[in-house]
Nanobody, 116 residues
Framework: QVRLVESGGGSVQVGGSLRLSCAAS????????MAWYRQVPGNQRELVAHISNSGATNYADSVKDRFTISRDNAKNTMYLQMNSLKPEDTAVYYC??????????WGQGTQVTVSS
């Protein structure tokens, strides 16, 4: 079983920064698809950013030029650097990883709260 553990969430003021981490219990070297999602109560979970094993990335329009997704296969960890945070970025952020032959896994989520 794969375990994904997010960390780095918290409360920050508008314009501030946070760095989320997602540590995997199993090597991510073979994982092509990793992503960060977020969810606000009452809303569907939405894709924030995606990264492939080659390092190719894509972002939701709402976070482009503010958020940066990255991964360190040697540390089995994925990151999300969030800058210029806005109140609408407030959500629970989830780590996602789609392992070959094992299937998709989700982390437990980490709360990000941006206040004005």
């Amino acid at each position: 079983q794969v375990r994904l553990v997010e960390s780095g969430g918290g409360s920050v003021q508008v314009g501030g920064s946070l760095r989320l981490s997602c540590a995997a219990s199993v090597s991510i070297a073979s994982v092509n698809s990793m992503a960060w999602y977020r969810q606000v109560p009452g809303n569907q979970r939405e894709l924030v950013a995606h990264i492939s094993n080659s390092g190719a990335t894509n972002y939701a329009d709402s976070v482009k030029d503010r958020f940066t997704i990255s991964r360190d296969n040697a540390k089995n960890t994925m990151y999300l650097q969030m800058n210029s945070l806005k109140p609408e970025d407030t959500a629970v952020y989830y780590c996602y990883s789609n392992y070959p032959y094992r299937g998709p896994f989700w982390g437990q989520g980490t709360q990000v709260t941006v206040s004005s």
